[in-house]
Structure formats: structure tokens, C-alpha cells
């Protein structure tokens, strides 16, 4: 069995300076080596199923080693608490809108923890409230979804968006295109919404990345027909 102390070497080893820049570019910050996905998914693969070292993984800080956590870790092990520390912890957007929302989304505390942190003053954690309950209605059946609460949040949506903070703006827009590609009887008032949000106004932080017109993703996914329930959201 690796040992944490193995998979950071392996992590330092891999890291290279030009993936560094470009995470920091997308806001990384502190300890990142800069390991390209594709050779997390390699490590990933060797230790597979060891709980216990994803969570020593995470602890580190080292943001490749977090996202290899999120990777790793099984949500259906995790506890409340362990959830709401990694939440907390978490060191930049992509490991609080991407790993925490996969493993939180797989617990048994999804949905609670979801919607207290939608309500959560601090960005990263409201933004990864609505990631984590995206989440959610992707691999929900829709008659285990509470479509009252989701319509709700859609109206919400509409209310708040524009004076939310950067990053909750973006996942806001997320969690309606993932309302209107995954759950079928709230499809036409997730379509409603994102015709009145319009484009999404979020600052990219001078990157090329840019902002998913909901509308376009929302129609695309239907007229598709892979608007199917996914058995897990991570990439």
C-alpha cells in the first residue's frame, strides 16, 4: 500500500511549470506542482478504494494532491464532519466547486449539506452548495428529487443572482442548466429561467474560459437525448 509520503513525491515528480502557470492563472494559489489530469487519473488508478489516504491526501493542502483526493475518496464513506473540513479547507475553485461538490454529492449528507451551504456568506462555499446539489439532480432519479424545493431554488435564482458573488453566479448558471438537462418534469421552467438570466455575467479572470449561455446547453442536451441520469459527476 502507498504511503502519502510516496504519492507526493509522484505528485512532485509529475508536476511540471507550465501546468503550474496555467492554475494559477485560473486562481491556484500556495503549494501546486502542477500535475496534469491525465497523470492524476494514472496515479489514481494504484490506489483506488484507500479511503483512509485520500483523506491524508487532502489534508496536505497541495492543491494536486486535494483534487487526486476528490478522485480517490469514496462519498459514501465520508461523514458530515469530514465533508463540512473539507469544504472549508478547500484551496481554490476548483477544489471547492469540483472535488468537494463529487464526494459530498455521493454521502448520505449530500443534500443537507448542500443547501446549508448554498446559504453559506463565504463564495466558495455557497458556490460549492450549488455545485454539490447539481450534483445531485444529475444522478437522482427525479422521483427521489424534491421538486418543490428545486423550483423554488430556480425562482431563487432569478431573484438573487445578480448581486451574487462571482463564482456562486457561475454555479448558479450551472445548477440550471443541470435542472434543465437531468430533470425532465422541471425541464421547461429550468428553460423559463435560464431565458430570463440571459448571458451570465462572470469575471473569468482574464482566462479563455467563458460562461455556458444556459439556454443553448439546456436545448442541446435535450434534443441530444443524453439527458440520462449519470452515475457519478466527476471528470
Given at each position: 500500500?502507498?504511503?502519502?509520503?510516496?504519492?507526493?513525491k509522484?505528485?512532485?515528480?509529475?508536476?511540471?511549470?507550465?501546468?503550474?502557470?496555467?492554475?494559477?492563472?485560473?486562481?491556484?494559489?500556495?503549494?501546486?506542482?502542477?500535475?496534469?489530469?491525465?497523470?492524476?487519473?494514472?496515479?489514481?488508478?494504484?490506489?483506488?478504494?484507500?479511503?483512509?489516504?485520500?483523506?491524508?491526501?487532502?489534508?496536505?493542502?497541495?492543491?494536486?494532491?486535494?483534487?487526486?483526493?476528490?478522485?480517490?475518496?469514496?462519498?459514501?464513506?465520508?461523514?458530515?464532519?469530514?465533508?463540512?473540513?473539507?469544504?472549508?479547507?478547500?484551496?481554490?475553485?476548483?477544489?471547492?466547486?469540483?472535488?468537494?461538490?463529487?464526494?459530498?454529492?455521493?454521502?448520505?449528507?449530500g443534500?443537507?449539506?448542500?443547501?446549508?451551504?448554498?446559504?453559506?456568506?463565504?463564495?466558495?462555499?455557497?458556490?460549492?452548495?450549488?455545485?454539490?446539489?447539481?450534483?445531485l439532480v444529475?444522478?437522482?432519479p427525479?422521483?427521489?428529487?424534491?421538486?418543490?424545493?428545486?423550483?423554488?431554488?430556480?425562482?431563487?435564482?432569478?431573484?438573487?443572482?445578480?448581486?451574487?458573488?462571482?463564482?456562486?453566479?457561475?454555479?448558479?448558471?450551472?445548477?440550471?442548466?443541470?435542472?434543465?438537462?437531468?430533470?425532465?418534469?422541471?425541464?421547461?421552467?429550468?428553460?423559463?429561467?435560464?431565458?430570463?438570466?440571459?448571458?451570465?455575467?462572470?469575471?473569468?479572470?482574464?482566462t479563455?474560459?467563458?460562461?455556458?449561455?444556459?439556454?443553448e446547453?439546456?436545448?442541446?442536451?435535450?434534443?441530444?437525448?443524453?439527458?440520462?441520469?449519470?452515475?457519478?459527476?466527476?471528470?
Amino acid at each position: 500500500m502507498a504511503t502519502a509520503s510516496q504519492i507526493m513525491k509522484q505528485l512532485e515528480k509529475k508536476g511540471n511549470a507550465q501546468t503550474r502557470k496555467t492554475f494559477e492563472r485560473h486562481g491556484a494559489s500556495g503549494d501546486v506542482f502542477g500535475v496534469r489530469v491525465s497523470d492524476l487519473k494514472v496515479i489514481a488508478k494504484t490506489i483506488k478504494g484507500d479511503q483512509e489516504l485520500a483523506c491524508e491526501l487532502y489534508d496536505t493542502g497541495n492543491y494536486d494532491a486535494m483534487y487526486l483526493a476528490g478522485m480517490v475518496a469514496d462519498g459514501g464513506q465520508m461523514t458530515k464532519k469530514q465533508l463540512e473540513s473539507w469544504a472549508r479547507k478547500a484551496s481554490w475553485q476548483w477544489i471547492s466547486e469540483y472535488t468537494v461538490p463529487w464526494v459530498a454529492a455521493e454521502s448520505a449528507h449530500g443534500h443537507a449539506l448542500a443547501v446549508k451551504w448554498i446559504g453559506a456568506k463565504k463564495e466558495a462555499i455557497a458556490a460549492g452548495g450549488w455545485n454539490t446539489y447539481a450534483g445531485l439532480v444529475t444522478m437522482t432519479p427525479d422521483d427521489g428529487l424534491d421538486l418543490k424545493e428545486i423550483k423554488s431554488l430556480l425562482k431563487r435564482i432569478e431573484k438573487d443572482l445578480d448581486d451574487a458573488p462571482n463564482r456562486v453566479r457561475y454555479t448558479m448558471n450551472g445548477f440550471v442548466i443541470a435542472v434543465g438537462s437531468s430533470v425532465a418534469p422541471l425541464a421547461k421552467q429550468a428553460m423559463a429561467t435560464a431565458k430570463k438570466l440571459g448571458k451570465v455575467d462572470v469575471d473569468m479572470g482574464g482566462t479563455a474560459c467563458k460562461v455556458p449561455l444556459a439556454t443553448e446547453y439546456i436545448e442541446k442536451f435535450r434534443k441530444s437525448g443524453r439527458a440520462k441520469k449519470r452515475k457519478t459527476t466527476r471528470c
